[in-house]
């Protein structure tokens, strides 16, 4: 089956740690995307990359890295400089950048 | 002003009525216009994609877009307790090739 899979589906993190939240697709897309989904803001954009090895930041980049070094996984970082990371976490892809995006599971990130 | 703005609802309609959600939008560069279903604690489904004005129906669903007045809508007929979710309306188009969303609207079909 083709999709989208991540991984923790719940995550928690304590204060300083930083975490890294898995995206995988076999759906053989080059872009792919993660987002930020908070109650009342809707999905916000984080990071995307069109291709391997290249990436570019979206609305809301500061205290988040990643890195695309497959085609296949774009892997999120959340570093001890965001602030405020309790939020559920998407990862989508598309065929291209402006393809249909599809989206996985998500992530839901707690702070202890 | 955000560039998509959604009522968030809650709506609620009992089972079998016509269900409308409604987006507008500022940019008039959007050419690309989706709805996204996302059920409690899931991740968006992809429901309709349309590109610039018109219809377009799928079963139960039909989106229309009049991009004259920057408005998207989703009808949802003899609408089921299986479509109690929450609907996302997604913009796409001049310069950049990312999606901006709006809030989403919370849907409960009753019986």
């Known amino acids: 089956d083709g999709g989208i899979t991540q991984s923790p589906k719940y995550l928690f993190r304590k204060e300083g740690q930083n975490v890294t939240l898995s995206c995988e697709q076999n759906l053989n897309h080059d872009a792919m995307y993660w987002y930020r989904q908070d109650p009342g803001q809707g999905l916000r954009l984080i990071y995307y990359s069109q291709i391997v090895n290249d990436f570019q930041k979206g609305d809301i980049a500061e205290g988040y890295s990643v890195s695309r070094e497959k085609k296949e996984s774009f892997p999120l970082t959340v570093t001890s400089a965001q602030k405020n990371p309790t939020a559920f976490y998407l990862c989508?892809?598309?065929?291209?950048?402006?393809?249909?995006?599809?989206f996985g599971p998500g992530t839901r990130l707690l702070v202890l | 002003q955000k560039e998509v703005e959604q009522d968030p609802g809650p709506l609620s309609v009992p089972e079998g009525a016509i269900v409308s959600l409604n987006c507008t939008y500022s940019n008039s560069a959007f050419q690309y216009f989706m709805w996204y279903r996302q059920y409690s604690r899931k991740g968006p489904e992809l429901l309709m994609y349309?590109?610039?004005?018109g219809n377009k129906e799928d079963g139960r669903f039909t989106a229309q877009v009049d991009k004259s007045s920057k408005y998207i809508s989703l009808f949802i007929r003899d609408s089921q307790p299986s479509d109690s979710a929450t609907y996302l309306c997604a913009t796409m188009g001049g310069t950049a090739s990312k999606l901006t969303f709006g809030t989403g609207t919370r849907l409960q079909v009753t019986l």
């Open positions: 989508a892809s598309s065929i291209g950048p402006r393809g249909t995006q599809y």
């Open positions: 349309t590109y610039s004005s």
